[in-house]
């Protein structure tokens, strides 16, 4: 009779074994995550000299612990370790130079974050990968035009438009004589920047101005400036600015400009006319005289010399 009672109480006994195991483990499903609220930086550049030059890999503790981090690359092999540090339970933040151990650059590519709980004795890798990106996009200027403009507000040739193209998505800065004047729109490979040669609201003047797009891709990373040529600001000339005529004869002077109307004074007189010619009388006295023409409230001036006999 008591042989009959023994598999019965091996069976009794593993069905609580079997019990426990799974209540345990079920205690275990629903115990916190000693982490919560995870952020990493996805992309960075560490030699960027810029906002992304560090990547951040921040959480939630859900108690006070001795917590470092280590950086693994794609092969799992450590590359850095973090400093340990003892922190209260809530927000905890670190910060990666993109360096390993000996303070090197570490390769382009992916790269992991391990959390090490030291009281717990608890290490944790996270899921979030961070990218490495030194290279600097390659960017180049496909046209600008037009070549010459006279932003006097007239509504004609008011601005230049450069038409740039990117290797991989960058925001590009439009550079006028060296000097970031145009920012663009969002990271982009294709786009257009317009100036309308103003600085602070003001017209520039007249003169020529070189070209150069930059652009930053989103590590940070920041392309050599690519060539635009120039630009040439330009509201009313007078070419020649000076010129030699007999007494009374007609002067025939050619403006440039994209005026329909210009105003004119010379020798006591005044009037108007449309470019690209004036037709002048000259003076009946010989003499050294100035030829004033003005447009849009810019003016060029000419030396006229009328000699005798």
């Given at each position: 009779m008591r042989r009959a009672h023994v598999p019965a109480a091996l069976t009794a006994a593993l069905?609580?074994?079997?019990?426990?195991?799974?209540?345990?483990?079920?205690?275990?499903?629903?115990?916190?995550?000693?982490?919560?609220k995870v952020r990493v930086t996805?992309?960075?550049?560490?030699?960027?000299?810029?906002?992304?030059?560090?990547?951040?890999?921040?959480?939630?503790?859900?108690?006070?612990d001795v917590v470092?981090?280590?950086?693994?690359?794609?092969?799992?092999?450590?590359?850095?370790?973090?400093?340990?540090?003892p922190v209260r339970a809530?927000?905890?933040?670190?910060?990666?130079?993109?360096?390993?151990?000996?303070?090197?650059?570490?390769?382009?590519?992916?790269?992991?974050?391990?959390?090490?709980?030291?009281?717990?004795?608890?290490?944790?890798?996270?899921?979030?990968?961070i990218r490495v990106d030194t290279t600097p996009p390659r960017v180049?200027?496909?046209?600008?035009?037009p070549r010459v403009i006279?932003?006097?507000?007239?509504?004609?040739?008011?601005r230049v438009a450069v038409v740039y193209v990117a290797g991989e998505p960058a925001q590009a800065v439009l550079r006028v004589g060296g000097i970031r004047r145009v920012l663009g729109k969002g990271f982009r490979r294709r786009g257009q920047l317009e100036w309308f040669g103003r600085v602070d609201g003001r017209p520039v003047r007249a003169g020529t101005y070189s070209l150069a797009v930059v652009g930053t891709d989103?590590?940070?990373?920041r392309s050599r400036p690519a060539d635009g040529g120039v630009v040439r600001v330009r509201y009313v000339e007078l070419v020649p600015d000076?010129?030699?005529?007999?007494?009374?004869?007609?002067?025939?002077?050619?403006?440039?400009?994209?005026?329909?109307?210009?105003?004119?004074?010379?020798?006591?007189?005044t009037g108007t006319g449309r470019p690209p010619f004036l037709r002048l009388p000259a003076p009946a006295e010989p003499g050294q005289y100035r030829l004033f023409v003005t447009a849009n409230g810019h003016g060029a001036a000419a030396r006229v010399v009328v000699e005798s006999g």
């Open positions: 069905l609580v074994g079997t019990a426990a195991a799974f209540v345990y483990t079920e205690s275990l499903k629903l115990e916190p995550a000693p982490l919560r996805r992309l960075f550049s560490p030699v960027c000299k810029c906002e992304t030059s560090k990547a951040r890999i921040a959480f939630d503790v859900r108690t006070g470092s981090v280590s950086l693994e690359d794609a092969g799992g092999n450590e590359v850095r370790r973090l400093a340990a540090r809530g927000p905890v933040a670190f910060l990666w130079n993109g360096r390993d151990a000996e303070g090197n650059v570490v390769p382009d590519g992916t790269y992991h974050p391990r959390v090490r709980l030291d009281l717990l004795e608890k290490e944790i890798e996270l899921q979030n990968e180049s200027v496909a046209s600008a035009a006279s932003p006097d507000g007239d509504g004609r040739a008011e989103l590590a940070g990373n000076a010129y030699r005529t007999r007494p009374g004869a007609v002067l025939r002077v050619a403006v440039l400009t994209d005026a329909r109307r210009v105003a004119w004074r010379f020798a006591g007189r």
